[in-house]
């Protein structure tokens, strides 16, 4: 079944208007909110997300905490809840990140002898709700960085229990709180990601009826309420700065007005991307866009003050975000937001260079203003952001830059190649700024990264070349790495020995299933074959990891020959990925969106795209201010995975790339698709990643 999203007007599609349907009669989908499946990967170690009622780049969620748990603190088959929390990092490694402020909602007198038992579930962007066997029920609506609680209970005695040490993984370390008549505030702090720095959290907490306080021990509290209650609300705002600023944050609208507000936002959002095919693809599709729409979150407040990450309180005129995992989500999910969303990615570029001046690290700080990952390749998005347009003010950070890449690890293999790419980025930036003998200088490390891959990656018959973690390398093995210079491909088949054998050994790569989507060492790899005489093999294999059956060995453990994964990597439903594949804060969800484009990044730090079959139809990128990107496909067909020939603005294209500039123009890309390759298509006038004359 095909199905198309028709974006007319927002107030129509979240009116109570009658559904539109088809021909036969079948109710239409018609806001992409509807498309998405939140409780995709949810479920064991197959994504690590939740299904918390979220808003576009908030600090705040309102979601589940299972027992027992995974990284997000929700799990899809537990039945048992322990209560709900307010911030989750999602899809993140070392088993998460927030997990604070519980509210557990009990019967009778006693909190510990009420068990939440789920009979049912549902949720959207936006919104969550669960019915409970004992006649409790709870639903959720976030509106930026307010949320509003709305309980049913049966009559009787009632009341909430709150456990303000609660955490993920027990990462919590001191809180202070002041209670009021029906209210409470203070802040908390934790440990964030990997337990690697840490963050303090603003909160103003408010029932909208009459409570009775207990403190029942150091940081857990029940309130009470009348007996006779049988809806009881609560509403909660954070902030980074102050409690005060957290309770201006709190809103006076109904609770339905606040699950419409975010309903519309969602679908704002979402909606500027229209796509048309399959419809399960186009499900899969919003799904993940809308993963790729949690993080970083916006920080500042209305009057521009925020918590830097050395813990001062500064003002800025622009939006500010924290909450990064660059090392991760830099290969595609920044880069999905500079394409999609310039709006939110000029603050976005902005808040990275403002990482610089206040003490930058590659984790956390101790006084971090939101839970984060980790920073690294920050100056990579920022040469990428630049190349794109985006204004970047390199003069006041500039000598922290080369502080940075200066002080770089080299000590083993893949450090050193993922250093050059830093030095190789700095070298950009400085020739960029007129500083080109420094540049040079740069120009000079980044080559060095040619002496370690003769030594580390060129032989491809050594035992260890197989091994997960040999030679100290992190998260990956050599045959993983050794692809890893983006910067300078044409470099690199030079260094294989040529074209010739560059290809051959490309093959034996992919066709000894030793790719690795699991993890993002070598996310890059499918699209090597761009920059070659053959294309082709780049677009069938975006095509198999997407959409088809793939043989996976490695995971994050080294299990290559025992307990394979075959099937397919993207599935929408709890499940959704192969064990151990983090989707670590968007990085994988803008894999699948880039695929369904028939777009993908040539090389993060070049405005350049290149082109395979999308999996979709019809995909259209609408920008607020007017501009329009689309993407039609002729000769459809689900299993096409070759490009046959391509007309941009209706002119023959026979290039396998376009540039940034050229697609944010605006202008329409006929793509005809076919089942077999067209060897002559998109070698012409190639794009490849080179140092040469640098």
Request: overall charge negative; aromatic content about 14%.
């Amino acid at each position: 079944m095909r199905i198309r999203y028709l974006y007319l007007i927002l107030i129509i599609a979240l009116s109570c208007q009658r559904p539109l349907h088809d021909h036969k009669g079948h109710k239409n989908i018609h806001t992409p909110s509807e498309y998405v499946n939140v409780f995709l990967g949810s479920s064991g170690d197959n994504g690590q997300l939740s299904p918390a009622a979220s808003y576009p780049f908030s600090m705040l969620s309102i979601g589940p905490h299972t027992y027992p748990s995974t990284h997000t603190g929700y799990e899809y088959k537990a039945k048992e809840f322990l209560g709900f929390t307010h911030n989750r990092l999602e899809g993140v490694g070392c088993q998460g990140s927030g997990g604070n402020l519980l509210v557990k909602p009990f019967l009778g007198s006693d909190w510990e002898s009420t068990r939440l038992i789920k009979k049912e579930e549902k949720a959207y962007p936006g919104y969550y709700s669960v019915r409970f066997t004992n006649q409790i029920s709870a639903e959720f609506a976030v509106v930026d960085r307010y949320g509003a609680h709305r309980y049913a209970f049966p009559q009787g005695e009632k009341g909430f229990y709150i456990d303000l040490s609660h955490s993920i993984v027990n990462r919590f370390r001191k809180e202070e709180h002041h209670l009021g008549e029906k209210s409470l505030s203070g802040w908390i702090e934790a440990r964030t990601t990997c337990g690697a720095g840490q963050y303090r959290l603003y909160y103003y907490l408010e029932f909208d009826t009459s409570v009775q306080w207990k403190e029942v021990s150091s940081h857990r509290l029940v309130a009470t309420v009348n007996s006779q209650e049988q809806e009881v609300g609560v509403h909660i705002a954070f902030s980074s700065v102050n409690v005060e600023y957290a309770k201006a944050a709190l809103r006076k609208t109904s609770f339905e007005e606040s699950k419409t507000e975010s309903a519309k936002v969602w679908n704002t959002l979402l909606g500027q991307v229209e796509v048309e095919g399959e419809e399960e693809r186009v499900k899969l599709f919003y799904s993940l866009l809308y993963r790729a729409l949690q993080s970083p979150y916006r920080i500042s407040e209305e009057d521009g003050y925020y918590k830097a990450i050395d813990g001062s309180i500064q003002q800025s005129s622009q939006t500010l975000y924290h909450g990064w995992a660059i090392w991760d989500n830099y290969r595609t999910q920044l880069p999905l937001l500079s394409l999609m969303y310039p709006d939110y990615f000029q603050d976005m570029a902005t808040s990275i260079a403002n990482l610089y001046p206040y003490g930058k690290k590659d984790f956390a700080s101790e006084k971090s203003p939101a839970p984060t990952v980790r920073t690294e390749h920050a100056i990579v998005v920022l040469l990428d952001a630049y190349r794109k347009g985006y204004k970047i003010n390199f003069d006041p950070i500039i000598d922290s830059l080369i502080h940075e890449v200066d002080a770089l690890e080299l000590a083993h293999p893949d450090k050193a190649l993922e250093s050059a790419y830093d030095a190789w980025a700095l070298a950009e930036i400085l020739t960029a700024t007129g500083k080109h003998a420094l540049a040079k200088e740069y120009s000079q490390k980044a080559m060095a990264y040619q002496e370690t891959w003769r030594s580390e990656f060129q032989d491809v018959r050594r035992e260890d070349v197989d091994r997960m973690g040999a030679r100290g390398m992190y998260q990956g093995t050599v045959w993983q790495y050794r692809w890893f210079v983006p910067f300078d491909q044409k470099g690199l088949i030079e260094l294989a020995g040529g074209e010739d054998v560059f290809l051959s050994q490309l093959d034996e790569f992919f066709d000894g299933d030793y790719y690795n989507h699991a993890n993002q060492p070598d996310l890059q790899v499918p699209g090597m074959y761009q920059g070659t005489s053959q294309p082709w093999k780049s677009q069938e294999i975006i095509h198999r990891i997407a959409v088809d059956t793939m043989v996976q060995h490695y995971f994050n453990n080294n299990s290559r020959g025992t307990e394979s994964y075959i099937g397919k990597i993207y599935k929408n439903q709890p499940e959704a990925y192969i064990r151990t594949m983090d989707d670590d804060a968007g990085t994988m969800s803008s894999w699948y969106v880039w695929a369904s484009t028939g777009l993908f990044p040539a090389c993060v730090g070049e405005a350049v795209y290149y082109l395979h079959a999308p999996l979709l139809e019809h995909v259209s990128i609408r920008w607020p201010k007017g501009n329009i990107f689309t993407i039609r496909v002729e000769n459809y067909d689900p299993a096409h995975a070759y490009i046959r020939k391509a007309i941009w603005k209706g002119k023959p294209l026979n290039r396998n790339w376009l540039s940034h500039e050229e697609i944010a123009e605006g202008g329409e890309l006929l793509i005809t698709t076919s089942a077999s390759p067209n060897p002559d298509w998109g070698v012409e006038n190639r794009w490849i990643s080179s140092m040469e004359n640098r």
